[in-house]
């Protein structure tokens, strides 16, 4: 993500001290002073809405400060802002870039977020494409018809977008070879922030299930905050060809993501 979420994320707390040039003083000062959820309240950040994660004792909060958006778990971390979107862009465009030309091409994207990733994902496949989103929060959908969705353009009023509201895991499973691309954005990068049952997604069962989903070469693509080796072995134990990117969440700041595009046997 390249989400304020990122930098405001205890994860990387060394790259959150390099310069950001082009945000606006008192943001540059939120971005590098907040750490949670609760200290956007106390640093200016206005609460203008929330709401319930299914399942979840907790629920998702929306602030704002001046123009930018930003979408944080209570008590927990910062999920995604409007400021930064490079890397949600990128999940989706080194994909579909491969796809484009494939046949009524078909992408699951989970989850929906800001909807940058989908809105990058329509612009690089044809009419013809089909982009299946699926998102866990119902009130977050909401949100994106509403004031949030302008930020990326409305790409839930795409015709060539539907909108499964539930669990991406469920999804998966429902069809065998169904889908060209996988767009996986559902935490932070492999470990669950959302819920704890997402954890199922990143394990040889979950990573087996999405293997399964995709058509023969198809790609399953997710994001990161940062690398894991680990994790690439686990993908590639599946049977995927891994490969590692970084890829930056703004032009102006240092925070290096990364994305593993993971492919099918053709
Ligand atoms: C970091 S945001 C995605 C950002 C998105 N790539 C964008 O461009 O704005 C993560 C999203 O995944 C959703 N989510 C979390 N767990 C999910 C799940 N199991 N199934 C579907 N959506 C989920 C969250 O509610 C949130 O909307």
């Given at each position: 993500?390249?989400?304020?979420?990122?930098?405001?994320?205890?994860?990387?707390?060394?790259?959150?001290?390099?310069?950001?040039?082009?945000?606006?003083?008192?943001?540059q000062?939120?971005?590098?002073?907040?750490q949670?959820?609760?200290?956007?309240?106390?640093?200016?950040?206005?609460?203008?809405?929330?709401?319930?994660?299914?399942?979840?004792?907790?629920?998702?909060?929306?602030?704002?400060?001046?123009?930018?958006?930003?979408?944080?778990?209570?008590?927990?971390?910062?999920?995604?802002?409007?400021?930064?979107?490079?890397?949600?862009?990128?999940?989706?465009?080194?994909?579909?870039?491969?796809?484009?030309?494939?046949?009524?091409?078909?992408?699951?994207?989970?989850?929906?977020?800001?909807?940058?990733?989908?809105?990058?994902?329509?612009?690089?496949?044809?009419?013809?494409?089909?982009?299946?989103?699926?998102?866990?929060?119902p009130?977050?959908?909401?949100?994106?018809?509403?004031?949030?969705?302008?930020?990326?353009?409305?790409?839930?009023?795409?015709?060539?977008?539907?909108?499964?509201?539930?669990?991406?895991?469920?999804?998966?499973?429902?069809?065998?070879?169904?889908?060209?691309?996988?767009?996986?954005?559902?935490?932070?990068?492999?470990?669950?922030?959302?819920?704890?049952?997402n954890?199922?997604?990143?394990?040889?069962?979950?990573?087996?299930?999405?293997?399964?989903?995709?058509?023969?070469?198809?790609?399953?693509?997710?994001?990161?905050?940062?690398?894991?080796?680990?994790?690439?072995?686990?993908?590639?134990k599946?049977?995927?060809?891994?490969?590692?990117?970084?890829?930056?969440?703004?032009?102006?700041?240092?925070?290096?993501?990364?994305?593993?595009?993971?492919?099918r046997?053709?």
């Amino acid at each position: 993500m390249g989400r304020i979420g990122l930098l405001l994320n205890q994860r990387f707390p060394i790259y959150s001290a390099l310069p950001i040039t082009n945000v606006p003083l008192l943001l540059q000062k939120q971005v590098f002073m907040s750490q949670s959820s609760s200290d956007h309240a106390m640093q200016g950040w206005e609460l203008i809405d929330s709401t319930p994660i299914p399942g979840q004792a907790t629920e998702l909060l929306l602030y704002k400060l001046n123009e930018e958006l930003s979408i944080s778990v209570r008590d927990g971390g910062v999920l995604m802002s409007t400021w930064a979107h490079l890397s949600e862009d990128a999940l989706a465009e080194i994909p579909c870039r491969k796809i484009v030309n494939r046949n009524q091409p078909r992408v699951l994207i989970g989850g929906l977020g800001m909807g940058f990733t989908l809105t990058a994902t329509l612009h690089c496949l044809d009419n013809n494409a089909e982009v299946v989103v699926a998102e866990l929060v119902p009130g977050l959908v909401e949100w994106n018809r509403g004031a949030l969705g302008e930020y990326a353009g409305n790409p839930l009023r795409d015709p060539r977008t539907q909108v499964r509201v539930g669990d991406v895991a469920k999804v998966l499973r429902e069809q065998r070879q169904a889908y060209d691309a996988i767009l996986l954005d559902v935490d932070n990068g492999p470990h669950a922030i959302t819920r704890k049952k997402n954890n199922w997604l990143y394990t040889s069962d979950g990573l087996t299930e999405a293997y399964r989903a995709l058509r023969p070469a198809g790609i399953l693509a997710i994001w990161s905050a940062g690398p894991d080796r680990e994790f690439m072995q686990r993908l590639q134990k599946i049977g995927f060809k891994v490969k590692q990117m970084r890829v930056r969440a703004h032009q102006n700041d240092g925070n290096l993501h990364a994305i593993w595009l993971a492919e099918r046997e053709p």
